[in-house]
């Protein structure tokens, strides 16, 4: 592996070098849209481009912005083109429906009351743990077909898959590597282990539609069954904890809103729609350019890695009005933080259907939702991925 395929996806973006920067990185992308729209940058290896209008440029240009990645660790919808790609989705599009999504409300809504009830008592919870994480996870779990019990587990290894290192030094780079492939290798025994039971005996889940499923009569072999639902674990689950996490963020940052939403409950998906232009749980996604472009008046060559910043594109002035100003009820908002074009999230639906419910439910039952401050916040370590540790809140009923 030389280092053109290696740094891109893994390793921080260097003007991102403090603590309060990686927490609050939007001044940087403002300045870096201004000044260098589209750099290469050497320590990484990779293209960053950070205008909107790039930005949806390359998302909507699969044959020239390639997902077939050099650097992956598994092989799955998001790192296909198509025609493979159209063929992959469409098994999983039907799990997906806007109606199957939306009949798991009163499921969410349930799951959610219990782990309010938990903590409720005590008037304080951290939001991280107590209900970011195991929400997503439960739901993902159940519609896999797998027990939710292991929620643990899955949070463990989804942490390592998102993981980038700290440092930029080959010794860090290989580290993080292992940990990945060691992680990828429990996943994959951990859902064979399950595949193996579904066969034997078929369920109504998701892991027995992927293993029934066929495309032109051919079914999914093994490696593909694995790698869709350790993508559906790994894709579904951090993004979410950081969007309710993120949302609750700035529930606390400007208590105002909180008030608000509690007026006008009927704005909680526009918020929802705010939160992630403004906190966007992701923040960038990787290509690799198949031939001879340009990009803004810069050349970029076949082969190479660019980075699009979707955190900066949902800032840009070129498109959104005021984008440093947090509105609430914002329209339009077409912001990037499910991507765009052909792999746009397949999970965004049920996203916004969870975080809408969890603020609402909050809402609804609890006042003064407060950050209990003392504890310094820390933010995730991984390249890409925007969001906090840990987030203790304090509430009244
Ligand atoms: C794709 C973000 C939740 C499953 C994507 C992409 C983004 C994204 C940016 C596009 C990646 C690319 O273009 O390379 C998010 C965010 C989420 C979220 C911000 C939460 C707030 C979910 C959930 C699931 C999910 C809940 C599954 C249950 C997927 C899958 C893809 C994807 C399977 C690949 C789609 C494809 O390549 O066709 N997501 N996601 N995501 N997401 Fe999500």
Redesign the pocket.
Known sequence: MDKAERYANIIPMHELDTKEKRLQPFPIYNWLRQATPVRYDESRNCWDVFLYEDVHRI?KDPATFS?VRMLSVMET??TTDPPR?TQL?AL?NKA?TPKVVNDLAPHILSITEELLDAVRKSGRMDAVHDLAVPL?VIV?AELLGVPPKDRYLFKEWSDILVKGPDVNTDEAFLNVMAEKTQAMKELNQYFAAIAAERRQAPKEDLITLLLEAEIDGVKLNEEEVLGFCI??LA??NE??T??ITNALRRLTEDTGLQQQLREQPELVSSFIEEV?RYY???QA?GRVVTQDVEVHGTAIKAGEQVVSW?ASANRDEAKFQEPDQFIIDRKPNAHL???FG???????P??RLE?QIVIKHLLEHLDSIEFISGLELDYIQSPFVYGVKQFPVSFKE
């Open positions: 998302l997902s919808l998001l790609h989705r999983v997906f997503p993902i993508l559906l894709a579904g993004t979410t950081n969007l992630l966007p749980p992701i996604i979707v933080s499910f991507g052909t792999h746009f999230c397949l999970g965004a049920l996203a975080g």
